[in-house]
């Protein structure tokens, strides 16, 4: 992506005023000094939409969503942020620094040349699917599935000729070039010359961006075993990257915002299928599971999904691949279980929208789905079945990262397993504390994909009220910098991302629009220094409210060492001598916490 300077960017906001821009897109009406709106992204009677002209940011006291001029465009109209930027630019005639580099004008040409080619062949194939004779077995297929007409129109589906060279051929006369048609994967390349089709007597679904533009296909097989199921997606091109991408969120963005959540299906016909019974708040993982990105492109429309795939054990295994997915995008995940051999399709064909919609009604938090699936595959009479039960839940409730959610389901897992809870307690701290161990990589090269995923995984988790509090202080009241700084010790602070705000913010000072610009890409950083900056009541005695915050937080980091400790010495394999140094930790951190905040650690 290209970069933009800080003094372009500051030029771009300054140029594009928050409440102008926001004024553009919905109704605001002055309220005091800032101003308010019904908010444009969730469904709301009364309005909690703020724009402060001041700090140029704005706020919803409902959903959560804020930013800068930038994180509203980008949001808005469902832009990355250079989209937005370039948006803003054009908007104030600023020239960015990089749209005459030769290098970008061709990445940009290549794009939008891709976005022509795949909305032309996505009509040559409706048209095929509509009245030609190679379309035949595709239209027979869809009748036998009882997918409606306008369920074809409006998902765009077509058929792809059994034949060798038709999109070769096709693309010939239209006047696309054999190596575009490469690129975007629609024809593979000969080793003996020439190219031949990739998508060949099938199916073809149209996979969308949020903006409703054809960036690639998924091509189901017609004839054959059809208990194959077999798929042929588009690869990876400079449109299309598949852990990035959700089939039908384009149509489904205002069902989510309205519904309060989205239901995650398995496959493209599921979600048509859920689209025509009118139930429109759901999406599809498009040839891969469920990641981070998809988990944090559903964050901006709710904080809720329904992961509903079908019934059977690959199903089953679907849905627990899905937890790191979403857990780091920080989105509540429930679990809506269809007996086998069903899925969405065939129970919305068999009995109706309405039985559907009571499955979905029953749908339970992912942890009892999780604490089920893990008693029905293992035998909990068993040591071995028990310890894999214990350690699967205790590593699932780890990504969580919320204290009450652990301890709620340490008391069912003690239940399920039939075993104390205080034991099933003790064990889930022992298992938290050493995958909080540090991992070194062997060499200087980069850390292993796991490391980095688990680290991103811990960087989203909620913060808790008091590092909230802390950064609102902080944030509000700059005259207090310097002092937080001389009290605050960074491990104090569990959340990382809380912890490199706070760094940033005493390392570089400046204003809160710089600070959240700082933070760019980083879209958790960014929407809890809109949260915290946008706190609208009144701080009486700030200084004592956060000395008061800052001990909080320092008593609970002394609170977990004693716990790690007290779980360490209670090991019956530890030593005499081990035992001892760990007595000595927990005196002297015990002492520690009677003393004043300012008070060096204490020594015994």
Known sequence: MP?????????????????????????????????????????????????????????????????????????????????????????????????????????????????????????????????EAAGEVARTYLERRGVSADAIKEFRMGAAPDSWD???????????????????????????????????????????????????????ILQGDEKQGKYVNSPETPLFSKGRVLFALDKAKRAILDAGHAIIAEGQLDTIACHSAGIRNVVAPQGTALTSDHGRILKRYTDEVILCFDGDKAGRAATVRALDGLLSSGVAIRVASILAPDDPDTLIRSQGADAFRQVLGRAVGFFDFYLHHLGAENETSSDRGRLIVLRSMAEALRKSGNAVLTDTYAQRTAQRLGVDVNAVRAEFRKLEAAARKPVRPESSEDPPDEILERAHLEESVRPS???????????????????????????????????????????????????HSHFEGDDFAQGLITETATEQ??????????????????????????????????????????????????????????????????TT
């Open 166 to 220: 038709d999109s070769v051929n096709w693309a010939k006369s239209k006047g696309f070039s054999p190596e575009l048609c490469e690129q975007a994967g629609l024809i593979l390349r000969r080793d003996s010359g020439g190219w031949y089709d990739r998508f060949r007597g099938r199916l073809i679904f149209p996979i969308c961006d949020e903006q409703g533009r054809v960036i690639a296909f998924s091509a189901r």
């Open 537 to 602: 009541r009144e701080i009486p005695e700030p200084e004592r409210q956060l000395s008061d915050v800052v001990r909080r937080l320092r008593d609970h980091w002394i609170e977990q060492q004693i716990a790690l400790n007290i779980g360490q010495v209670a090991d019956p394999i530890l030593g005499d001598a081990e035992r001892l140094v760990i007595l000595e930790e927990l005196k002297r951190l015990r002492a520690w916490k009677r003393m004043p905040l300012n008070s060096p650690n204490a």
């Open 465 to 515: 009220n008091a590092e909230l509090w802390l950064l609102k202080f902080v944030l509000l009241t700059p005259d207090l910098r310097d002092f937080a700084a001389s009290l605050l010790e960074p491990d104090w602070i569990a959340n990382p991302a809380v912890r490199r705000i706070l760094a940033t913010y005493f390392q570089t000072g400046g204003d809160v629009p710089a600070l």
């Open 3 to 131: 970069l933009v300077s800080p003094t372009t960017l500051e030029q771009i906001r300054s140029a594009n005023d928050i409440v102008d821009v926001i004024g553009s897109y919905v109704p605001l009406k002055r309220n005091g000094a800032n101003f308010v709106c019904l908010c444009p992204f969730h469904k709301e009677r009364s309005p909690s939409f703020n724009v402060n002209p001041s700090r140029q940011i704005f706020r919803c006291f409902g959903c959560g969503k804020g930013g800068d001029v930038f994180s509203f465009v980008k949001a808005f109209e469902n832009l990355d942020f250079m989209e937005a930027v370039r948006r803003l630019a054009d908007r104030a005639r600023i020239t960015l620094e990089f749209d005459n580099d030769p290098a970008i004008q061709v990445q940009r040409s290549i794009k939008e040349q891709l976005l022509k080619l795949h909305e032309a062949i996505t009509v040559r194939w409706q048209q095929c699917l509509s009245g």
